[in-house]
């Protein structure tokens, strides 16, 4: 299948597009940087999301994977958000088209984090609602995936700080956060393997927001 993603040359993007390019697939890649990937069956473009005149044009799209994203840059709205609709405005929407995936974030749903990281996100789960029963007229599936904290390059801070490290797991009930190898699995699942799940944002943080015990009562002890 043709496959777009959108921040292709590190991380997260970098991973899934080994993954669909590992499957068989032919992969188009977005990215403000230049390719980290050699393979006759991936396409580059430099590009910047942001601006909606210089997205190449890349014909009969099937799977769309909205991934590109900032935290805590000057303008996470105008990037995440904005940028993503535009990516999805221009290939979406057209007869071959198979399924949409959106990362969003799992502080869409606490609300935690950086204020407009936050919106830019929360945005983004709106958004692919709207995007789903959009996209029903040509039996395509559209979701969002809200991820906790990934073992990536961009929180290498974090995670190689021991004192960070201890605070952050003390608040995660699983004690690990997932590797890059684990999203591109679920990116590949919902966007190729699904075809019945639609308009659904998936939390997949370890336990971070569903587990974290607050409960308390007189004698109740919890550990
Ligand atoms: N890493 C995590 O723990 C985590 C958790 C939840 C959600 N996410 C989301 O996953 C996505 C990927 O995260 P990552 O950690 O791999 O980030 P990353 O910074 O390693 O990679 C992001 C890629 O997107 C590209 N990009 C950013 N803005 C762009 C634009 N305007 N136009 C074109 N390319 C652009 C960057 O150049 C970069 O190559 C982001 O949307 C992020 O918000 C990450």
Known sequence: MRVLISG??????????KKFLKEGHEVFGI????????DDH????????????????IKDIEILFNNAGMQNSKDDIENNLKGSINVTEKYAFQEKIKSVLFNASASANSGFEFPEYVASKAGLIGYMKNVASRLTVYQ????????????????????????????????????KWMSEEEVSEWVYFLTVINKSASGI??????????????????????K
Not at 31 to 38: K, M
Request: hydrophobic residues 30%; aromatic residues 8%.
């Open 8 to 17: 292709t040359s590190r991380g997260i993007g970098l991973e899934c597009a």
């Open 140 to 175: 395509a599936t559209c979701n969002s995936i809200s991820l906790g904290g990934v073992l990536t390059e961009s929180n290498k801070d974090l995670i190689e700080n021991d004192d960070y490290w201890e605070d952050i797991m003390e608040v995660t009930p699983l004690k």
């Open 31 to 38: 990215d403000l940087l230049p390719s980290s990937i050699s």
């Open 42 to 57: 991936y396409h580059h473009y430099v590009c910047d999301i942001k601006d909606k005149d210089s997205l190449p044009e």
């Open 201 to 222: 944002d998936i939390l997949i943080d370890n336990g971070e927001y569903q587990l974290n015990n607050t409960f308390v009562w007189p004698n109740y002890k919890s």
